[in-house]
Structures are given as C-alpha cells and as structure tokens.
C-alpha cells in the first residue's frame, strides 16, 4: 500500500524519556512540574477542555501544516488516549501496590487507529469526556494515597503525586504545540 491509501506517513518517533520535566522547567512549553499538586490536577485538565475544542474546530485540524509534526487532530486524538492511560494506570496505583505499567508505544497507536481519519467532532467529543472521567480520578485521590507507586517497564517510578506532576505536562505541552504552528 502507498502511504497515500495508508493516511500521512508516520512522523519520526519521539525517543525523548520525558520524566526530566517532573525537575526541570520545559523550555517549549513554560511548564514547571514543581509547581502542581494533585489537587490542582482536575481543575487544570477540565480548564483546558474548551482550549481542545476549539483546536478541532479548525478548518485545518486534520492537516498537518509541518510534515514532521502531527497534524492539530492527531495532537488531540492523543491527548485523548493520555487521559484514557493516565486514568487507567493511576487506578492501578490506587489499586495494587507498585503496579507495573504495560507499554504504551504512542506512534504505533497513532497510525494503528488512524488519528489522522478520525472525525474531529467525535474526537472532541471524546476527548472531553475522557478529560473529565481522568480529572475525576485525580480529585477522587485521597492526600494519604499521594505516596502509593507504580512503575513503567523502562524503569521510571512514579508515587501517585509526581504520576500527576508527569501526567499534566502531556495535555498542556501538546496544547501549545497546536497553539505555535
């Protein structure tokens, strides 16, 4: 198959561990981990809600104006799953102790569920939902419940509070890179 019956060619992967912004201020995006706590996360995802929508409202939010980068509705359709894997792991961490997380590979899922042919008003439909069920999840965490762990399989440990510290960059860094095109 040519990449044209195939959707837009894969971009280049991002290979980045991204768990350095849980220490140090992104210099893209402005956003300071140490600033966030878990009882700050809820109102943060649900503020940026609108943001999203009206990123899928673009004319353009399926084209992909810089061939290395993911189009505006790609960016969504991740954020998307972030909120749908975020959820789900963080209710592993309430759940078991020192869960380990399976892997998440973010450019296979991309071109395996075709985030560029997906309808941009299911998916901001979607995504709004699934930001307010993983908002939900975090302002349902208990403050004695900040400590529990979980692991990825290259190793990073999380407790529950550095987890939403790491986990709200991911929807806000990708806000901004929709917003500087």
Known sequence: M???AQGPNPIEPDEKDWTWVLHTRCPECGYEAA???VDHVADAVRSMVPDWVAVLERPDAAVRRDPSRWSDLEYACHVRDV?????HRLELMRCE?????????????????????????????ELAADAELV???????PSD?????????????????TFARYFLHDPLHHLWDVSTV
């Open 35 to 37: 600033d966030v706590t």
């Open 83 to 87: 909120f749908r894997l975020f959820r």
């Open 145 to 161: 419940a900040y400590g529990r762990t979980g692991r990825r399989s290259d190793g990073a440990v999380f407790t529950i509070e």
């Open 97 to 125: 102790d020192d869960p380990a997380f399976a892997n998440w590979d973010q450019d296979v899922t991309a071109v395996e569920d075709d985030y560029a042919g997906q309808d941009p008003q299911v998916v901001g439909a």
């Open 135 to 141: 908002a939900a999840s975090f302002a349902d965490v």
């Open 2 to 4: 040519n990449a044209d």
